[in-house]
């Protein structure tokens, strides 16, 4: 086996399902490292595992997996020499009381799971360590009767703490202190008690401040009255750590000893968890347990891609008995590929372990090797072009196949010049078939259709296709041979129908039509453009979008466009909108300022006046100007 056939078969998808239902890091690992198995008695071991495992959770009985989801670092910790935390040592308690459970659960189960109750028999138990740590620990914290010293230093830490509260509230309910304390209340700050006196009163209290507020208003003080207690409290705090160190240390250090029989359960708990992901997937998909074989054999009863689900359509094969060789021809996009990875996927599926949706008959063969060549085998790196990248797979899988491997190839010989790449894949079908491999092949030339006809011990088979409705029905039909459907695909692509039809003639009568067809070049004159009336300014015109007449404004250079007035408003028109009603030189005398027509005779008197230098008219514009200034202010 190789990366290239678990990426191409997906089977590399199926391996990251599994590692999903699993639930420690032991038993992903597991998942991880599982390879196919070319062992037929380690295939069978491996399909009785998960019909076993798929067999309890199917009745309801769990495995009381307990403690595992952080072992592993629990175990490097240990291992590196570091002492484990209290809610730490309870979480390894629990994985080794998982232990002991386990095997229990196997040993009462064994009529339905004989073997996987056989494992159990190699779990050690270690209830004294088990025991000790629950007897230790409650609620995450180390009890106080851990130990005697940890006992009496806690009961003085009691004491302590209750003497300096009885202290500080004699404090507080002092009467020359109450002004000066911001709240009546005890208050822990850096491991001491305090009281909060108001800021401005904190050089009348004796004592040490020891935290002052965010604001600055409030100091937290504590009173020489229980400077010695809180030393003494600090002092007790210290030997309580050193105690629970001690003792955490003790337990951690029974785990240590135990480790390498601790590490032997480990594994034995990760196979656990590895055979029960396989049949929480079995379960899931519904799977059955095919019978093996390592003949060579394939019966396939209505087996389904296990990654397509219901979606799948159910496969029918068989190989290795009569036929060692298969011959799959049908159109594009009709499911030939999807048999090829089918048939891989669910051999590497079977060699693993996990079952596969599949009605009962189906036999699976246990192959030393599983080739495929499948897909745009085109690398830019290694500049191989498609037929050039296939040609290199070809050869590596040639130069290491042997009897019993399975091959299977997807468009063999395609690629390169038609005559040339049926030939060479004729020769490479019979190089695998004297290695005594299983050849399964897609094509869609008719000559190594032929081949397949012809020979004593290769079988061809067809993907159906709905000649009616042109669909294609993902359905191998053995002993058929089927056609490429180009003109579906074409048809499908919605080229010209009478292309397509012409070629199907074609396909049957090859009277080409080779006559040179006389063709003659038009010559393109450029188009003429529209002329339209040249306007004058002050021209009258009829507005025709409108019906309104207007006045010539402005024309345009380089534009069919130009400027009309009308309603006091200039408006930009195209000409086409426009009809000429008169002229200006018929409407107006020659030198006539035409200006007048668009500006209103008090704006142009005022602009006169300005001009002349009129007094009132210069005191009416500054008016003007203060007024709107004024406005702006407001």
Known sequence: MNQETYTKTQFNQIKEKLITYAISYYGKKRICALQPSTRIEVVKKRLQETAEAKALLMANLHVPFMGLNNIEHLTNQVEKGFILEPNELVNYADFLRSSRLIQAFMQKNQFIAPLLARYSGSLQLFSDIENQIYQVIRNNQVENDASRTLRKIRRAIQECEKEIESKLHAFLRNSQNKPKIQEAMIVRKNERYTVPIKASYKNQISGNVVDTSAKGTTVFIEPLSVAKLNDKLYQLKM???TEVYQILFGLTGLIAEK????QSNLEVVAQYDMIFARAKYSREINGIEPTVNQDGIIEFVNVKHTLLGEAAVPLNVSLGKEYRGL?????????KTVVLKTIGLISLQTMIGVQIIAEPGTNIAIFDQI???????QSIE?????????????????????????ILLD????GTEPNEGAALAIAIMEAFYKKGSIIITTTHYGEIKRFSEQHEDFLTAAMAFDSENLTPKYQLILGQIGESNAFWIANKMNLDKQVVKQAQNYLHDRNYSTKKEPFHHKIRRPKERTKFPTYEKGDRVCWTDKKKSALVYETIEMSDEIVIFIEDEKIRVHK???????????????????????????????IRDLERGSKKAHKQLRKEMQERQGKKEE
Do not use: W
């Open 327 to 335: 011959t799959i021809t049908g159109p594009n996009a009709g499911g």
């Open 382 to 406: 290694n500049a191989l072009s498609t037929f050039s990248g296939h040609m290199h797979n070809i050869s590596v899988i040639l130069a290491k196949a042997k009897q019993n491997s399975l």
């Open 259 to 262: 480790m390498s029989s601790i």
């Open 576 to 606: 086409r909108q426009l009809k000429l009603e008169q002229s200006a030189k018929d409407l107006y005398p020659p030198n006539y300022d035409l200006e007048t027509l668009f500006e209103d005779f008090h704006d142009r008197k005022k």
């Open 239 to 241: 030997e309580e750590a």
């Open 411 to 414: 468009e063999i010989g395609s």
């Open 371 to 377: 080739f495929v060549d499948i897909g745009d085998q």
